[in-house]
């Protein structure tokens, strides 16, 4: 079966760095996405990674192993705004979107 | 631009009664989706289609049926609703089906009583 595993909550400290670890099993990989949802809202588009290695968008970075079906997301300078929750999703073979279920990124002052 | 509307924004159905949650973009997408988000669980692909006058059906489809008579339109009906239905729906669109970012509507919230 297809799995995509990410922590359920996380609480980190304004100001800080914090790392949301996804790791996923799929039938085929065609590129991993990074969603923000903030409650009662739609999921928007953080990142994209087809090939391995460090994105960098801003505060945000995404990073990449395929070998070891694992990303991460990094956000640095956490901003109280930041608080939401955090998707993972792989393409897989039939180039549909698995959904991991997503990390609850708490953010205190 | 509106992107993407969902209407309606939130509805409580009686069992066994019939819904049409309609959704509606703007971008001149060619996909759309429909997805249903549960608490504890990733986001489900219900239907989905890759250009006007195709669908097709993802991991959950069973209770839901869809048409795409345009590209801007993509209605998802719930013929007979059960409790289990009770859902945050999410449509999506993007570009191009295979590669693209996936953009999303507001969501309609639905419980089934």
């Known amino acids: 079966g297809q799995n995509i595993d990410q922590p359920t909550e996380m609480t980190a400290t304004e100001g800080a760095i914090v790392q949301i670890n996804c790791t996923y099993q799929?039938?085929?990989?065609?590129?991993l996405f990074w969603y923000q949802q903030h409650a009662g809202e739609a999921p928007t588009f953080l990142s994209y990674?087809?090939l391995d290695g460090l994105e960098e968008k801003g505060r945000f970075s995404s990073f990449l192993s395929r070998s070891k079906g694992y990303s991460y997301l990094l956000l640095k300078e956490l901003q109280m705004k930041d608080s939401a929750s955090y998707l993972c999703?792989?393409?897989?073979?039939?180039?549909?979107?698995?959904w991991g279920a997503g990390t609850k990124l708490i953010i205190k002052p | 631009t509106a992107g993407i509307t969902q209407a309606p924004t939130s509805q409580i159905l009686a069992a066994g009664r019939s819904m049409t949650l309609r959704c509606t973009q703007d971008m001149r997408h060619n996909a759309m989706y429909w997805y249903r988000q549960d608490l504890g669980l990733g986001l489900r692909l219900i239907h989905y289609s890759n250009t006007a006058g195709t669908t097709g059906k993802g991991e959950v489809p069973d209770g839901y049926s869809v048409s795409r008579a345009n590209t801007d339109d993509f209605p998802l009906t719930l013929a007979s609703a059960v409790p289990s239905q009770t859902s945050v729906y999410f449509c999506a669109s993007s570009d191009r089906p295979s590669t693209d970012t996936q953009y999303f509507g507001p969501g309609t919230r639905l419980t089934v009583l």
């Open positions: 999703a792989v393409r897989d073979s039939n180039y549909q979107l698995i």
């Open positions: 799929t039938s085929g990989f065609n590129g």
């Open positions: 990674n087809v």
